[in-house]
């Protein structure tokens, strides 16, 4: 089985340095809600990386069709639960803007990413979690 690690070091009170491989991200809260806003916060991350993720994977979609995508503009929206505990009910990707060499292929290759995506997936299907000491 293939892993991917992330590793963490507490950076200071509220934020946490996330190191992987050569790369290197601060997650911190904002000011009012006790942080130092270093960083944003780990939701933000988690819809940056479904968005880094399916982007990339439509990227590659393109690249093996030998289709030019260029100036994608996506927003990804986390809808938050209005309970507890905190978590996002809905997260949807929404596309701002894009240049297509074959626009009529633009929505196959939405789907291929979505469908190819290992976060998108994650999500979709869950997933076991468990902490260790």
């Not at 290197?24 to 130092?36: A, F, H, V, Y």
């Amino acid at each position: 089985m293939n892993t991917i690690t992330v590793n963490l070091h507490q950076n200071s009170p509220t934020s946490s340095l996330l190191t992987f491989g050569e790369h290197e991200l601060i997650i911190d809260r904002p000011i009012d809600k006790g942080g130092q806003n270093q960083g944003p916060m780990g939701g933000q991350v988690l819809l940056m990386s479904v968005g880094g993720c399916f982007c990339s994977t439509l990227y590659a979609a393109a690249q093996a069709r030998e289709i030019v995508v260029e100036d994608l503009k996506l927003s990804i929206h986390g809808t938050l639960s209005e309970g507890l505990p905190k978590r996002f009910q809905e997260i949807s990707l929404e596309v701002l803007e894009v240049q297509c060499s074959h626009p009529e292929e633009f929505a196959k290759l939405l789907k291929i990413a979505e469908n190819g995506c290992i976060a998108v997936n994650t999500i979709k299907q869950g997933l076991d979690f468990k902490v260790t000491n």
